[in-house]
């Protein structure tokens, strides 16, 4: 079989062709970086070990890499690849015990190593393991995990004054009332189906984020947990005959002062928790049974957004 010789190339064709654009406009905002880098950190001390899975998004900021987007000039630049090395150095140099922590040693890391950075931000979120409990002890090295629950923080350090925002968060916290809530005394018109009731189940998949007063010598492991504490016994009340909620929205207020009560560190904080209802399935009458407040029909579509801030003065 003859040899077929490749045609020749089109002299007029560029070499490489890298751009289709025959015009250029202003590039007004730009930033790049890494998505989704899990990293677990396995600290094994002499009594317990403790594990700390963290999934992780790096952002950097320059204006100096607006000519990798506009004049395909990749010098200087971090490279993604790098960020997400650096993820797992970090973890490994620092003691990455609170989502918070890690993003502000991951953004002191970039800003100091990489002098063209005007900012870096990190927003890590940590998988929530529990440890199991073995005839009514906690194991040493085993953990159960909390899911969906995760604990959230995301920092940004800003190089010029060396300014610091840390925001955490708390979501996916799905909760469950089986008693003591209600939902009455709302305005009705002829658009009015629901009845008003004074025993329902009551359920959320609640998100918190709070602010700090001043993130100098916080305890962030410490501070989220004071949170938790205050949202769950606001939500709940006592352990033994709980507290009434009126309305969601009042509960979740009440959670929210109990927070800047008892967590002097946070400045405010922001509750939103959609509904997840579990209807009364009355049907079962139609059935031969007898409906006894005992038998539901879970489901969060359509789902109320009911969301509240609670701040300092």
């Given amino acids: 079989m003859p040899k077929i010789s490749p045609a020749p190339a089109d002299p007029a064709a560029p070499a490489n062709l890298s751009s289709l654009r025959t015009q250029s406009f202003p590039l007004k905002a730009h930033n790049h970086g890494k998505a989704k880098v899990r990293v677990m950190k396995v600290v094994r001390s002499a009594e317990k070990h403790f594990a700390y899975e963290y999934s992780v998004d790096t952002t950097l900021f320059s204006p100096e890499y607006e000519k990798v987007f506009t004049a395909e000039d990749n010098s200087g630049l971090v490279a993604t690849d790098t960020q997400k090395n650096t993820v797992y150095v970090i973890a490994k140099r620092t003691e990455a015990n609170s989502p918070e922590q890690f993003g502000i040693d991951l953004c002191k890391h970039f800003i100091s190593e990489y002098p063209v950075l005007t900012a870096a931000q990190a927003e890590v979120r940590m998988t929530l393991w529990e440890r199991a409990v073995v005839d009514g002890e906690e194991h040493e090295h085993g ?3 909390q899911s969906p629950e995760q604990a959230v923080a995301v920092v940004k350090l800003v190089r010029e004054g060396e300014v610091f925002s840390v925001r955490s ?18 305005h009705m018109d002829k658009y009015t189906l629901l009845p008003p009731c004074t025993e329902r189940c009551l359920s959320t998949e ?17 501070a989220r947990a004071g949170v938790r504490a205050q949202l769950i016994k606001g939500i709940f009340g006592p352990a033994k005959g709980g507290v009434f909620s009126v309305s969601l929205q009042a509960t979740i207020y009440d959670a929210g002062c109990l927070v800047l009560t008892e967590v002097a560190c946070v400045s405010e904080i ?4 959609p509904n997840k209802h579990y209807l009364p399935y009355r049907q079962l009458e139609a059935l031969g049974e007898v409906f006894e407040d005992d038998i539901f029909v879970p489901t969060d579509e359509p789902s109320g957004t009911i969301t509240c801030t609670v701040a300092r003065e």
């Fill in 143 to 145: 953990w159960i995990k």
């Fill in 206 to 222: 609640l998100t918190a984020e709070w602010g700090y007063t001043d993130i100098a010598g916080v305890d962030f492991a410490d």
């Fill in 169 to 186: 968060f708390v979501k996916g916290m799905t909760i469950f009332k089986s008693t003591q809530s209600g939902f009455a005394d709302y």
């Fill in 270 to 273: 922001k509750i939103d928790t």
